[in-house]
């Protein structure tokens, strides 16, 4: 795949737009992944991906390929990333706190986070069926309660537990999460 | 602290429906206690990855990043090819083909100048006037559900999580809680009394209820300004003037001209029906459980307490959150998608239904552009913002009616950048003639806007053969100033940058816009395109707010 990437950054250098399509296709994951271990939001993850493509469509013509595309993309939504929470780290107190410390992380934590994946394959069925539920289909609280024929309060007590889990299994096996 | 109460602080905090006490409890807690500082972190650390994790690989966005950089025939081959790569759940809708949008546009204007110019309720302190909420009669009811349809699991791009070893057995934390009651924040109790209606006064403004009449034995719910009683279930239609409703709580709703509300009630939670028109409401925190409701024929937007803006026609609804979060449930399929602040959605058949930022303002530095040709170069200049600016040179000046503007198709400088669609952008480009004599003949360049089109053509005949807009004039001033059109004193008031140059996009997302160059030596330094600014802005302005 990383070679698949490397041809495909050098065909949209070249000017070739539909391999920028499957150059997006073939990066957004892991790109999101990323994103995702040091944003402060859900929103902001979709917002410094968004304009981190677009800087890339501007700036691939500066691209050598000395490292790998990835590295180079990801240094373009780091970028992003801190501008962002920058801007946000003057909010009201609950969400400067994340943005803060969000921001000491990504200036000394890894590029890549710990894979969740391992810890996601330990849990439970129900409990990796009500995550499914919450974060793929993002279903609200209130609509799982009653989908589960269970209490709002039951809901986030069970999605609270299951991420304690995550991040005592992130603990162990190095991860910051 | 009960595990119970923090996990539904900190749940209640990730999905953005905290209210204001809820949140200064939880503010309190972090402050205090380092190790729950810590656990509430990593919590927002996980929630946002799992939200990454789990997001389905959205191939359309690169469709959007295409069209927006590359408008010749070639885009329209790369648009097949990539659309038959994609699965056939996206549908490649414009809004341009909604007109009603353009008109909700022009009617949220109004309703968003009224509101900007009204006082604001504090969220975090509820006005006084909200003991005297009437009484809802009965015990609050559960919240209405939005059910959501779960997106398909088959869907391209998308990946489950990763199935469970057999062997690994399920771990205790995560097993369900027993007591599920504790923990549930109580249920607001009945407000007292309200005083009895007030007889109704002329409101010229509004249309009175056609039917059915008025049982003066109910209770006022709201007061239409200037002091009309609104009671329970009544209809309200504003005609050629806006008109502001004001509920107990300090709730405002400006009703833009030609709104139509079916219904308004409160008895179990505020409720607003709405056949058409626009609103822009400031909702103060609502009761828990109680939110308040707009409905529409396309959508259902459930709000705890916010500013928003709401934009209806037959064809779709349109919602605007301006603070707080709204959930918007599209009522075909039941498919909910949350709102967050600055952020918007769109109901309606056809399109999207996710939420997309507001872009009220974009300011371009000539940095971002991207130069094509030889006729543009970026240079330093110290009066220039930023201390650089775009040059151009080497264009011949033609006297008028022989102007060949072929050039523009080879030399310019083109930015991309996130607009919206079918709104009204004012466009002003700062500038400044640098040539060292006659410099009122070498003032002038072209924007063309491949992804949208100038409301009003271009007065100059060769300009407005291929949609694009001239900006001519800042010979006739010293330094650096802003011009929105033809700013040539000479040039008649109609046709003149009096009223700027207005752009609208077709589609929502990245937009193109090309810089050409009619007349040279000249430099630009800045180019601002705003919903707000309809008036030439101080030479020294820096784009909004600054």
Not at chain 2, 172 to 191: H, I, R, V
Not at chain 2, 377 to 406: H, N
């Amino acid at each position: 795949m990383s070679g698949d990437v490397e041809t495909l950054a050098r065909r949209v250098k070249a000017g070739d737009r539909q391999a920028f399509a499957e150059l997006y296709a073939a990066t957004q994951r892991e790109l999101r992944i990323f994103v995702s271990a040091h944003a402060a939001s859900p929103e902001m993850v979709d917002e410094v991906l968004q304009v981190t493509y677009v800087s890339c469509w501007y700036s691939i013509g500066h691209y050598e390929p000395r490292g790998t595309f990835l590295a180079w993309l990801k240094g373009i939504a780091r970028h992003h990333l801190l501008k962002a929470l920058r801007e946000q780290s003057r909010s009201v107190p609950l969400d400067r706190l994340i943005c803060e410390e969000a921001l000491v992380r990504i200036e000394r934590a890894p590029e890549d986070p710990e894979p969740l994946e391992e810890c996601l394959r330990r849990l439970s069925p129900a409990a990796r069926d009500l995550l499914e539920r919450r974060y793929r289909a993002r279903e609200p609280l209130v609509a799982l309660a009653q989908a589960l024929g269970r209490t709002k309060s039951w809901v986030a007590v069970t999605l609270f537990r299951i991420r304690e889990t995550l991040r005592r299994c992130l603990a162990e096996s190095g991860g910051t999460a | 602290m009960t595990e119970e109460r923090l996990a539904l602080l900190v749940e209640s905090f990730l999905e953005g429906t905290l209210t204001a006490e809820e949140r200064a409890e939880l503010e309190a807690l972090v402050r205090s206690d380092t190790v729950l500082r810590e656990r509430f972190l990593g919590h927002v650390r996980l929630h946002v990855r799992l939200h990454g994790e789990c997001a389905r690989v959205d191939e359309a966005k690169a469709v959007e990043l295409i069209l927006s950089v590359d408008s010749d025939a070639r885009r329209v081959k790369v648009w097949r090819a990539v659309e038959a790569r994609l699965r056939e759940r996206r549908s490649p809708a414009s809004f341009s083909a909604w007109p009603w949008v353009a008109a909700a546009a022009g009617v949220l204007l109004v309703a968003l100048a009224v509101a900007l110019a009204g006082p604001r309720p504090s969220p975090e302190k509820p006005p006084a006037a909200r003991a005297a909420e009437p009484p809802v009669g009965e015990p609050p009811p559960e919240p209405r559900v939005a059910e959501e349809t779960t997106p398909s699991r088959s869907a391209a791009g998308e990946r489950p999580l990763p199935p469970r070893r057999p062997e690994a057995a399920a771990p205790a934390e995560a097993e369900l809680p027993k007591k599920a009651e504790e923990g549930l924040p109580p249920k607001p109790a009945a407000a007292p009394g309200a005083e009895p209606p007030r007889p109704p006064e002329a409101a010229p403004k509004v249309a009175p209820p056609p039917s059915p009449s008025r049982p003066e034995s109910r209770a006022a719910i709201a007061t239409l300004e200037p002091g009309r009683d609104i009671l329970e279930g009544e209809r309200i239609e504003t005609t050629y003037e806006p008109g502001i409703l004001r509920f107990p709580d300090g709730t405002r709703m400006e009703l833009a001209p030609g709104t139509l509300v079916r219904r308004v009630t409160v008895e179990r939670g505020k409720r607003v029906e709405m056949e058409r028109g626009g609103v822009a409401a400031e909702v103060a925190r609502q009761p828990a459980g109680q939110p308040m409701v707009f409905v529409t024929p396309q959508a259902e937007a459930a709000v705890l307490g916010t500013t928003l803006r709401l934009a209806v026609d037959g064809k779709g609804t349109r919602l605007e959150v301006l603070e707080g979060r709204v959930r918007l449930t599209r009522l075909s399929d039941r498919k909910s998608v949350d709102v967050a602040a600055g952020f918007f959605a769109v109901a309606a058949a056809g399109s999207d239904f996710a939420a997309s930022r507001i872009v009220d303002e974009v300011f371009l530095a000539p940095a971002q552009g991207r130069i094509r040709g030889s006729e543009w170069r970026l240079v330093r200049d110290p009066l220039a913002f930023g201390g650089q600016a775009l040059e151009a040179r080497g264009v011949k000046t033609a006297p008028p009616g022989q102007m060949d503007l072929r050039n523009r198709l080879a030399d310019f400088v083109e930015f991309a950048f996130i607009a919206e669609a079918n709104k009204d952008y004012h466009v002003w480009v700062r500038g400044a003639a640098t040539a060292a004599a006659d410099k009122t003949r070498h003032d002038a360049v072209g924007l063309e806007v491949p992804t949208g089109r100038f409301v009003r053509p271009s007065s100059w005949p060769e300009v407005a053969a291929f949609g694009g807009h001239e900006f001519n004039g800042w010979g006739h001033r010293a330094g650096w100033w802003w011009i929105g059109g033809d700013a040539d004193p000479d040039t008649p008031a109609d046709r003149s940058d009096a009223v700027p140059a207005l752009v609208r996009f077709s589609r929502h997302g990245v937009q193109v816009l090309r810089l050409f160059a009619i007349e040279s030596p000249l430099r630009i330094d800045a180019i601002w395109l705003s919903t707000t600014q309809k008036t030439r802005p101080e030479p020294e302005r820096r784009g909004p707010g600054r």
